[in-house]
């Protein structure tokens, strides 16, 4: 995808469009608009993880008092091998895009076990 180089490219603008779903309640003129909306503001749509765009002027900081502590080491259920596949296909895509990154055991504040939920399509 080509949103950090040319957002509005016409390849790019009909992926976004197919996978956008109007619902039946709207006129045909207002899917027209809602169309010539979301074409216009292409550049806001990301179609994979790698086109978020990191921001630096917010920041997210938990505080807890100085003597709290929380586990590191955590009773993980077993994963199937789908849903391992599926957790660290994702993981791995987060790390490229630079949303996460690997830490160091000992770097480790809290821990938790993961909770795979199946959406419902």
């Not at 749509?45 to 100085?66: C, G, H, R, W």
């Not at 586990?71 to 091998?81: A, E, H, I, S």
Request: aromatic share 10%; hydrophobic share 35%; proline share 7%.
């Amino acid at each position: 995808y080509t949103r950090h180089t040319d957002p509005f490219n016409p390849i790019r603008v009909t992926e976004i469009l197919r996978q956008i779903k109007i619902g039946d309640d709207l006129t045909t003129e207002q899917c027209e608009q809602v169309t010539s909306l979301c074409s216009e503001f292409a550049d806001t749509f990301a179609l994979a993880i790698s086109e978020v765009f990191p921001v630096d002027f917010k920041t997210f900081k938990l505080s807890f008092p100085e003597e709290t502590t929380f586990k590191t080491k955590v009773n993980q259920r077993p994963l199937t091998p789908p849903q391992w596949e599926y957790l660290y296909e994702r993981l791995n895509k987060l790390k490229k895009a630079g949303i996460i990154r690997r830490i160091e055991p000992e770097d480790v504040k809290a821990a938790s076990p993961t909770m795979l939920a199946q959406k419902v399509h």
